[in-house]
């Protein structure tokens, strides 16, 4: 893939004016990603080497009502975002002029309603991780719907998307659904409701990639789907519009950064990570280590169907090219298991301990930890299941349950990498890893060991924000195409596998029994 975007065409406040890519590059000279997740906003500055110049992070609070419930008030997310979006700035030394554009990339399947005059959201944000609907989406998969929604929209009915959240919003929240109705409230994931306050309410706009994770979307068509937004009972008034990944969605309020900046990129976090590590060929394969885990693989510009609890979804669009499709196994808690031991447990007090502590004992000890705090994804997605430490005994100490933690990072993606595989027809022979748990060597080791492979971290690990930034790069002119892209990217440590096929076999083999011992199905 070596996808052309010229001509350059940047932004001032009165009009589009051309420029050649030789004047384009001696005008500015950096990227901002703005990385909005699920339990803290990060700005990242790069620059066209991919190298962080400077990045900011601020947590902001979540909120639990009720066993399963998860929830973030939006107002939260966009102020964190904004102020780590100007500190980045500030400690970049860079004013907006020498950005070529900012790259939004998001937790995705999360879900806002906000007044379209207003711009006051009508409720808190729905989080991904949420399982209020978990009953609504029983009753649809009891009926013989499944299928159908399965071909238009590539996902398994599930209340880990946004199209039973936003219904429950419009069935629970007084008065929505006749605004809704009336075109006077807008739905957004994260992504479109940053861009909404960013252009100051001028765009209400997502991309390919976060729209294909609604449950809406038709990932054939590339539309929002009638037959979809009639059985969810959701108006197309509030919908935002769709666009290419890459592309100008608008600019920002010149308030926000003392100048307008262009919004020139967007994708779902997992997407956008794909990107980054310059996945762009059919057959690569990425896996991000973040609060949750979940790992794409490229499958070129025809969707795959999953027979076996894979997701099929929107990788990207880049400008007028056709979307690139992907194969994604979703697994609801990762990174989310550390926070756990540091906030809920408090064993640890910091997430970078973790590795130190767990190297002090040669294995878990016979512990195995099932993550399933909200439930568990590919390949079981058993809504119903909880968390569990199993094999506890007098000898068990604190690190015994770190490694545990650990392990069950590796094991997860075992189990997904496996499935991907077989559905894809394709064997793996190496995967490449990122996110904030992707600095852990001993969860790298122990992830090479379980998998076969050779594990390989890239130089910059903030891959997600990278991609963001990237394609925002490749609609202002900061780079002609994805070979400029890649030509960048650079590993940074190759981890090989050390046990025979007989010890990894065993191994896989306890984590499935354990496994089995928290499904409901």
């Known amino acids: ?58 947590e902001f609070p979540q909120i639990f009502p009720r066993d399963g419930w998860v929830e973030h008030d939006p107002e939260d997310i966009w102020n964190t975002q904004l102020a780590v979006a100007r500190e980045a700035m500030k400690k970049a030394g860079a004013e907006a002029a020498d950005f070529y554009g900012i790259g939004i990339t998001n937790q995705r399947e999360t879900t806002i309603v906000w007044d379209r005059v207003t711009g006051k959201p009508v409720y808190n944000a729905i989080v991904w991780q949420c399982r209020r609907t978990a009953e609504y989406c029983d009753y649809i998969k009891s009926g013989e719907l499944c299928e159908d929604i399965r071909q238009r929209t590539g996902l398994l009915i599930d209340a880990y998307f946004s199209a039973t959240k936003l219904k429950w919003i419009l069935d629970n929240v007084q008065g929505t659904r006749d605004k809704a109705e009336r075109g006077e409230l807008c739905f ?14 001028k765009v209400h706009a997502t991309d390919y990639s976060n729209a294909s994770r609604t449950m809406l979307f038709n990932i054939n068509t590339l539309e929002w789907d009638d037959t979809l937004l009639r059985l969810f009972d959701i108006p197309r008034a509030m919908l935002p519009e769709v666009r290419p990944s890459s592309g100008i969605f608008g600019e ?69 090219s056709p979307v690139t499709y992907a194969l994604e196994g979703s697994v609801f808690i990762c990174g989310a298991a550390v926070q756990w031991l540091r906030d809920g447990l408090g064993i640890v007090s910091k997430a970078s301990e973790t590795e130190a502590v767990a190297r002090t ?43 545990a933690v650990i392990e069950s990072m590796a ?44 594990i390989i971290r890239p130089r910059c ?43 990894r076999a065993a191994h896989l083999a306890g984590w499935r029994r354990a496994v089995g011992r928290v499904l409901t199905k």
């Not at 262009?262 to 059919?282: I, Y």
């Open 1 to 58: 893939m070596n996808i052309d975007l010229h001509p350059v065409m940047l932004y001032n406040k009165r009009r589009s004016i051309e420029f050649s890519r030789s004047e384009v590059l001696q005008m500015h000279k950096y990227l901002m990603a703005l990385d909005q997740g699920t339990t803290s906003s990060r700005s990242i500055v790069f620059d066209l080497s991919g190298r962080i110049v400077a990045s900011a992070q601020n």
């Open 188 to 201: 957004g994931t994260v992504d479109s409701w940053l861009i909404f306050n960013l252009t100051g309410g």
């Open 252 to 320: 920002t309020v010149p308030g926000l950064f003392g100048a307008p900046i262009p919004v020139a990129g967007v994708a779902g976090d997992q997407q956008a990570a794909l990107f980054g590590q310059c996945c762009f060929e059919a057959g690569g394969v990425k896996n991000t280590y973040g609060t949750g885990g979940f790992m794409l693989m490229n499958t070129g510009d025809r969707p795959v169907m999953s027979q076996n609890g894979l997701l099929t979804t929107i990788a990207w669009g880049l400008g007028d």
């Open 361 to 403: 004992v040669a294995d878990s000890g016979g512990v195995w930890f099932i993550p399933a705090f909200v439930g568990l994804g590919a390949p079981y997605w058993d809504p119903y299941a909880r968390g569990a430490l199993l094999g506890i005994t007098r000898g068990t100490t604190r690190a015994h349950i770190v490694r």
């Open 411 to 454: 094991y997860q993606t075992a189990d997904v990498l496996e499935l991907m595989e077989c559905e894809a027809k394709a064997g793996v022979t190496s995967l490449k890893v990122d996110g904030g748990a992707s600095a852990n060597n001993l969860l790298l080791e122990i992830q090479a060991d379980l998998l076969g492979k050779p």
């Open 461 to 503: 690990i903030e891959t997600t924000a990278l991609g963001a930034a990237n394609l925002a790069g490749l609609a202002t002119g900061a780079f002609s195409s994805t070979a400029d892209i890649a030509a960048s990217w650079k590993p940074d440590h190759f981890f090989e596998p050390h046990i025979d096929a007989e010890e």
